[in-house]
């Protein structure tokens, strides 16, 4: 529901501006700063898990979360829509949450790998998390 309402949302953002207007958007990944994530979950329930990023400009705006499962491993960013415009201002302490609801398929443990940026090498650095799964 929350993804229909989403599209919803980013559908008017997009066409709300007038025909001589050219808006042009770029997408761009942004780190992780912190996690709410439980210490263990529960086979078959559900869970919320929050996550906080930087809004750099009031030109950002949330675009989507990236979701990639490998088994048990779950890689995740958050992607923003970057509108080019010299009307952008700084928010360099702007902490945004975004929520997410996780299901819990499988037993074992969760490994969470939540991005975190590029280290100086260019190697991609994550914030992660192990979490187990109770019965």
């Not at 008017?12 to 709410?36: G, I, R, W």
């Not at 491993?73 to 302490?93: F, K």
Request: proline share 4%; with cysteine.
């Amino acid at each position: 529901m929350k993804k229909i309402v989403s599209l919803i949302a980013l559908f008017f953002l997009f066409n709300s501006c007038s025909p001589e207007t050219n808006n042009d958007y770029l997408f761009e990944l942004l780190p992780v700063q912190s996690v709410d994530i439980p210490a263990e979950f529960t086979l078959g329930e559900t869970y919320e898990i929050k996550i906080y990023y930087i809004r750099p400009t009031t030109c950002h705006s949330f675009s989507r979360l990236f979701y990639a499962k490998d088994l048990n491993t779950r890689t995740i960013a958050v992607e923003n829509a970057v509108l080019q415009a010299s009307t952008c201002e700084d928010t360099p302490n702007e902490l945004v949450e975004y929520k997410f609801n996780f299901y819990v398929t499988s037993n074992g443990s969760y490994i969470f790998k939540f991005w975190q940026g590029k280290n100086a090498n260019g190697e991609n650095v994550f914030l992660e998390y192990e979490v187990p799964v109770i019965d």
